[in-house]
Each structure stands twice: as C-alpha cells, then as structure tokens.
C-alpha cells in the first residue's frame, strides 16, 4: 500500500490564482482530513469528510473548498489564493473502526502565494 | 476551542542524554495522543494514551496521561540522532475534532 499520497510537493502561486491540492488514500479509510502546518504552530483543521459525499469544515475552512466523490480521493481546491493561504498542507486519513485517533498522513505540499 | 500549550518549543541535546516535553491543555481530553514528524514528511503516531494516569511506554519513548486529563507528557531516554525532528502532542474530546499543540522541535548533537 502507498498510504496517503499528496501532490504536488511544492508550488508557488500568484496572489488570485487558483490550484487543487491532490490528495488519495489506497487504504479504503472512510475519514479523511486538510491540515495546515503554520511555521511554530500546531496543525490546523481545514476541512474533513467521513465519507465519500458527505464533507465538513474543520476550524480555518475560509478560502478553501472540497469534495469527495469517491472513497478514494479528497482534493482541496484554492480557487482565489492570497498570501495567507502560505503553508504547509497535510492530507490525512483514519479508519472508522477502533478508537480511530491513528491518522496516516500525507508527506505534505509546501505552497507559497506571491 | 481547546488551546493546547506545547513546552519547550525547542531543545538542542547531546546524544545520549534523557528528553522531557509536556502539554498542557485548559480543557480535558479523553485521549492524549504524541506524534513526531521528520524533515519533509507527514507526523507519525509514536504513543496514544485512553486514561488518566495511564502511562505507556514505546522503546525508549514513554508517555503519560495526566491524572486531572489536562496535560500530557513525553519522556525520551538515551536520545540517539534519529531522534531529531518535530514532537507534536495531540488531544482529543470524544465527537470532537483532534487538536495538536505547536511542537518542539529537538535537535540531537553528536
């Protein structure tokens, strides 16, 4: 299994240009979740689904959209990108059984809004 | 929100010598749970604690459950150069989003 995989690994974007963040699990988990890492501060909930179709906004959702057409995948879309949006984006997924606090993340895509 | 206070933000050791974090929170958490990410990579689950008072140990890591269920902490022995990185404690309210604290980032010298 690859686990969670992110793409890009890194990107640069121009103040009011838009990019989705690709995100899929090949672990069939129903949880999956949008972080970003801010430098000196914890993770930070974007958005998350606990299933394919159905999605939810985490604490910091402004600015950023989601779907989740299929078990499989949760892109994160930018669509006007400003130079708050500057951070470290974490996918993350978890299996609904258990106490599910194990979350398998992703390796990360840096992005930086210019 | 829970806010949760990660002490100390850095520490730069020798190898060989013992570490020491905690996590302070101003509400409680049912779970306690401490992750470490590497340079350019995703955190990774080292410990999850379910009890207050529960103290579990994972190799050289051992992590406990605060009895009051408002803090946390990590005790790392023998600290090797793998061991540098991002330690991040992590807590969670049943139905409630995880919240993760801001990190310490520990810098091993050989």
């Known amino acids: 299994n690859a686990g969670v995989t992110q793409t890009p690994k890194f990107r640069i974007l121009k103040i009011g240009q838009s990019m989705t963040l690709q995100c899929t699990q090949d672990m069939n988990h129903n949880y999956m979740y949008w972080y970003r890492q801010d430098p000196g501060m914890g993770l930070k909930l974007i958005y998350y689904?606990?299933?394919?179709?159905?999605?939810d906004k985490g604490e910091v959702p402004n600015g950023y959209n989601v779907s989740r057409s299929t078990t499989e995948d949760f892109p994160l879309r930018l669509e006007l990108a400003a130079p708050s949006q500057t951070s470290v984006y974490f996918c993350?997924?978890?299996?609904?059984?258990?106490?599910?606090?194990?979350?398998?993340f992703g390796s990360g895509t840096q992005l930086s809004v210019l | 929100g829970q806010q949760l206070n990660q002490s100390p933000q850095s520490m730069f050791i020798q190898e060989g010598e013992d570490v020491s974090m905690n996590c302070t929170s101003s509400?409680?958490?049912?779970?306690w749970l401490w992750y470490k990410q590497d340079p350019g990579e995703g955190p990774v689950l080292l410990i999850a604690l379910y009890k207050a008072g529960e103290l579990t140990s994972n190799g050289r890591l051992t992590a406990q459950f605060g009895i009051t269920r408002k803090d946390s902490f990590l005790n790392i022995s023998a600290s090797i150069p793998s061991d540098v990185g991002i330690y991040f404690c992590a807590g969670q309210l049943i139905g409630d989003d995880m919240r993760f604290g801001a990190g310490t980032r520990l810098t091993v010298k050989p």
């Open positions: 689904s606990v299933g394919a179709g159905i999605t």
């Open positions: 509400s409680i958490f049912n779970t």
């Open positions: 993350a997924s978890r299996s609904r059984q258990g106490r599910g606090e194990k979350l398998f």
